[in-house]
């Protein structure tokens, strides 16, 4: 086991307004930005390290003021770059230290983890305050309106059938949920407290899943159509909410109409659309699936098909009668990329610039299932599915012991870590995007594509634990549908389960616990509830094996947030955290935390998860 760590007692710096003015800077600014060391520090200096050029410059501190808890230090960090990276260097007796987004050490470290300031403006602000539920439309809800034959390559299933989570018909078992099914089931997404809807892909393929499209022109009829989607669009907006589509910018399917017209002529303008080999089956495709042949961006055209300009893919349907509010990109970061082809920073930045033309609201969004960082810094895509820095960390503390799953991909299962595991990944993996970045990922328990959270983690319990830390952490939560009410799955597709509507009419049910429902609903309020928890800094207070506490702060409020898998040793914080006058006040969780003359005592109870309002 790792041994516990106490935090507040280091220097701190964050992007947040504590620390960094909220504007986005442009060329040529000088911005200043604040750290915090502790009164019991030692610093005879406190330098910034930027870079200019690529070129390190040693920039001083001046003292700004000295508060009850801490000396602040403010210095001017240059923007002469697109991206300006900064850390601090703190001048102490016998040697020196450095801050950086990972934490303090007392060593030379490398650029990728340091601050970072960006020029390129950062997702849409209505991103500040959503919160994301993933629909996968064949298992979320039937409307009844459903006429014709079937497909022949679709194997219909009863709503209540077990999704089949490998072999042979994983990806032609047909529900039938649709368009109109989802419409009719908004009340359940505002009652949870939800306010942005992410469809997965709504074009025509030959699977469930549809990111084997046949075409980008059209609503696949199976769905409703068109009309369906502009109807559903009307529907949420006219509720506040919003609406995200998902689209496959890095291939088609072997059905689509490019590739059929580019296998016919290869000397016509769609055969430049793909990448061609002398091997079987002929063409590349995504991971060597011949379904999937794989889009080529060094083919002028392809790009105002896809992503340019009001016409293309991108742009046609974010305008009435469809106004989706944005796009979340599959495999994003193979997009682009293909030996020595690597336009990935090109199409994503492309695909940002039609969108801005057509709704300057409309947000971009990665999926990258590893490390992200060098593709979100640079003007592309303004967030990524956080799976890096938050799932993978949080399944491996929280993961069932007795479980033996594969994790995410991986030829090994989900392995079990401490406290101090996972918020040492969750530090590396933050800490090489700007904060501007860090505030707008979609932090994630599960998706569509994973083993469903309460499989991975056990118990109602454990997913409480789960849920308090995505409603508390930095960023944007995003829930696949079903996880609220304790839905399973072994895989991605067993995890690909239909709501059970009938069990969440009558109040629960076998299948669907209306008890993690409300925790959902809950932690979700809470969040709503407080801006420190949607906009605020985050400090790490205490880091155990099993417990970890944090602060989220604005210039207004300030929040604590305890979460605990085990009863551990409890631990006492400085008491100037709590505003004077003030007392505690408990957001959520019920416990007490401990007022003392001279310190605040953290409770050794667990598991459960614990929010107090300090200030």
Known sequence: MSPSRHLLDQPHHDGSELYVRRATPRLGDVVPVRVRVPLSGTERAVWLRT???????????????????????????????????????????????????????????????????TVHDPAPAWMDTSVVYQVFPDRFARSGQQTGDLPDWALPAAWDDEPIASGRGVAQQYFGGDLPGVEQRLDHL??????????????????????????????????????????????????????????????????????????????????????????????????????????????????????????????????????????????????????DDDLTLQVARTIRSTMHALNPEAVLVSEHFHDAGTDLAAGGWHANMNYSAFTRPVWTWLVDPHLDLGFLGMPVPIPRRDGV????????????????????????????????????????????????????????????????????????????????????????????????????????AVRRGSRALREGGMRWAVVTPDAVAYLRETLDERV????????????????????????????????????????????GDGPGVQVWRLA
């Open 421 to 524: 595991s996972m918020v040492d990944t969750m530090r590396d993996f933050d800490s090489t995007v700007p904060w501007a970045v860090t505030t707008h990922q979609w932090n994630m328990l599960g998706s569509h594509d994973t083993a469903r959270l309460r499989t991975v983690v056990g118990t109602r319990e454990r997913v409480e634990l789960a849920a308090g830390l995505l409603f508390t952490y930095p960023g944007t939560p995003a829930m696949f549908a079903g996880d609220e009410g304790g839905l399973t799955g072994t895989n991605g597709e067993h995890a690909r389960v239909p709501m059970p509507w009938d069990q969440i009419d009558a109040g629960g049910g076998p299948r669907w616990d209306a008890a993690t429902f409300e925790i959902y609903r809950s932690l979700i």
């Open 51 to 117: 870079v200019r050029d690529a070129e390190p410059r040693m920039v001083p501190t001046r003292l700004e003021r000295v508060g009850d808890d801490a000396r602040w230090y403010v210095g001017d960090v240059p923007v002469h770059n697109p991206v300006a990276g900064y850390r601090v260097l703190l001048d102490e007796p016998g040697g020196y230290r450095w801050l950086n987004g990972r934490g303090v050490h007392e060593r030379d470290v490398p650029d990728a983890g340091d601050f970072r300031l």
């Open 190 to 339: 505002q009652r949870l407290g939800v306010d942005t809807l992410y469809l997965t892909p709504v074009f025509p393929g030959r699977s469930n899943h549809r990111y084997d499209a046949s075409t980008f022109d059209v609503v696949d009829p199976l769905l409703g159509g068109d009309e369906a989607l502009a109807s559903l669009s009307r529907a949420v907006h006219a509720r506040g909410m919003r609406i995200l589509g998902d689209l496959t910018t890095n291939h088609t399917g072997a059905g689509h109409e490019w590739f059929a017209r580019a296998q016919a002529d290869r000397s016509g303008e769609e055969a430049t659309f793909y990448y061609w080999t002398d091997d079987d089956p002929g063409y590349v495709g995504w991971l060597e699936h011949a379904s999937l042949p794989k889009l080529n961006y060094n083919a002028p055209a392809l790009s105002g098909r896809m992503v340019e300009g009001p016409d293309s893919v991108i742009g046609r349907w974010l305008v009435e009668p469809y106004s989706l509010d944005g796009w979340r990109i599959d495999v994003a970061n193979m997009t682009g990329r293909y030996a």
């Open 560 to 603: 604590l947030v305890l979460v605990a898998r085990a009863p551990w040793e409890g631990t006492d914080l400085p008491r100037h955290l709590l505003a004077p006058g003030a007392s505690p006040e408990n957001l959520y969780g019920g416990g007490d935390l401990g007022v003392r003359p001279d310190r605040l005592r953290l409770p």
